[in-house]
């Protein structure tokens, strides 16, 4: 089990960084399409970086979508491109990480034998 996660790990790295660089990239877009003057800078930025988490969770505000005509466009390439492709990577990742664990492990106890 230990090697197994060890061995996630190692490979998930590049997964994560694209991740984040894709939920970045989606709130500064957020940011940039419903800025408001008025708002506190600080508290601003920080809601466009949970829009960008909480979306890729599922979670859909329909008044949101209608302050800005390009919101529901991005809204759909952004779930569709985080939620379909890169967590059907994810999964193929951790599969891939996990056969290659196993067949270590059994070269591994065939050797101590």
């Known amino acids: 089990f230990i090697l197994c996660s060890v061995e996630i790990m190692k490979d998930i790295k590049w997964f994560l960084l ?3 660089a894709a939920m970045a990239s989606f709130a500064q877009m ?3 399409f419903t ?3 008025d708002e506190a800078e600080n508290q601003f930025y920080m809601e466009g970086y949970l829009r960008a988490y909480t ?3 599922g ?3 329909s008044d949101a979508l209608r302050t800005h005509p390009l919101i529901a466009m991005l809204f759909v390439v952004y779930t569709f491109g985080v939620t379909v492709v890169l967590l059907n990577i994810l ?3 951790v599969s891939d990480s996990y056969q290659n ?3 270590t492990s059994e070269m591994m106890l065939g050797k101590a034998r």
Do not use: H, Q, R, T
Request: glycine letters at 0%; charged letters at 15%.
């Open 91 to 93: 999964i193929a990742i």
């Open 30 to 32: 957020w940011v940039s």
């Open 101 to 103: 664990s196993f067949n």
């Open 35 to 37: 800025y408001e003057p």
């Open 59 to 61: 979670d859909l505000d």
């Open 18 to 20: 694209v991740l984040f």
């Open 55 to 57: 979306m890729m969770l």
